[in-house]
């Protein structure tokens, strides 16, 4: 299985862009206000503990115990989710909850544009997708602005 492959989530989620993927981890603690520092270890979340290889790797850090959406891919001998006939399902439905914070909500959106442009014409987009959701202006009928 090639890197782009093994840093992409049976679900859509770009691992390669988190800030605990083991490529961003340094970086991101590096940057870190000494305020969210402390924060942070205040909760025991030490780089060690929050650092990922990705879910096909060694399984989320951001999941406690293991992860449905995975367990149903492998079962199913799929790459992603959208190989599968029942997709989409409720695995992948849309959350309020965490949306201000966490990608989730892409993944329906990753999944149909990795299907239908190729994982590396995704993923050399996947950036900017996910700075226009986190960062974006909303336009109904338009999509996110930058």
């Known amino acids: ?4 492959k093994l840093s992409t ?15 961003n981890i ?14 942070f270890a205040s909760r025991g979340m030490t780089k060690d503990k929050l650092l990922c290889k990705g879910c096909r790797t060694s399984g ?3 999941i406690a115990g293991k992860c449905e959406t995975l367990e149903c891919v492998k079962l199913k001998n799929l790459d992603f989710c959208f ?7 409720s695995k992948l439905q ?10 989730h909500n892409l993944k329906v959106y990753n999944l149909i544009t990795i299907k ?8 050399s987009e996947t950036a ?19």
């Not at 299985?1 to 782009?4: A, G, I, K, N, S």
């Not at 049976?10 to 800030?19: K, T």
């Not at 340094?26 to 940057?31: G, K, L």
């Not at 190989?83 to 399902?89: A, L, N, Q, T, V």
């Open 26 to 39: 340094d970086s991101f603690f590096e940057n870190m206000s000494e305020d969210r520092k402390a924060g």
């Open 116 to 123: 239908n442009k190729g994982l590396e014409k995704w993923a």
């Open 1 to 4: 299985m090639d890197d782009l």
């Open 60 to 62: 989320c850090t951001m």
């Open 83 to 89: 190989e599968c006939s029942d997709f989409p399902c």
């Open 128 to 146: 900017e997708i996910r700075a226009r959701y986190f960062k974006g202006k909303f336009k109904i009928g338009a999509g996110p602005q930058r």
């Open 94 to 103: 849309p959350l309020a909850e965490g949306a201000e914070r966490y990608p």
């Open 9 to 23: 989530a049976v679900c859509g989620i770009d691992c390669f862009n988190c800030e605990f993927y083991y490529t």
